[in-house]
């Protein structure tokens, strides 16, 4: 059986994109479904281009009850990724999923991340810190936001006259090209 991923998303979702796009004819895994928090996000229509399901859901479904726990292990799903997705992941989906929730940050952690630290902020604050390089970085999620263990870094120069549009652009670029290929390494390492 294929291994089997679940993508969390609040905003556009091109992460979620270049992951759907990576698994859509991959022999040994497939997003199963696309779950967000935000009914207004972009990546519920992408996900619908995929024919791949989604749900939303709100806070309480999310934090007070057992719900999605249920709903990713009726779907067997094998890894949760979040791409993009806010909110912190709840100690009952931690313990159902325990190294199977990884998270993508658009900086070099540890630094530049925690609560607050999202999108353009991100990229704000490495151009005020005036960095010489920053990067993206995969981890595994825990009960703090940006904290778990660090599975993949690159980084890149940020060169004199780099903007924030800049910035941004050039870790997309490194999001869109390893986040795929890191999921497929951590589904490879588990056992079937
Ligand atoms: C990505 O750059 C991701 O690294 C960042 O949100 C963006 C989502 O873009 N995540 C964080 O900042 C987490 N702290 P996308 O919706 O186009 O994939």
Known sequence: MKKRIA??????????QKIMEYFKKHDDAEVAIVLTNNPEAYVLQRADNF??????????EFTKTNDIVQLLKNLQIDLIVLAG??????QNLLKAFPNKIINIHPALLPKFGGKGMYGDKVHQSVLDAKEEESGI???FVN??????EVIHQ??????QGDDLEMIKFKGQQLE???YPKVVEGLLKKMKS
């Open 7 to 16: 993508i969390f998303a609040s905003g556009s979702g091109s992460n979620a």
């Open 143 to 148: 009960e703090n936001f940006d904290d778990g």
């Open 176 to 178: 869109h090209l390893h």
């Open 51 to 60: 024919e791949i399901p989604s749900h939303i859901f709100d806070k309480h």
């Open 85 to 90: 997705f806010l909110w912190l992941i709840p």
């Open 154 to 159: 690159s980084r890149f120069r940020i060169e």
């Open 137 to 139: 970085t995969v981890h």
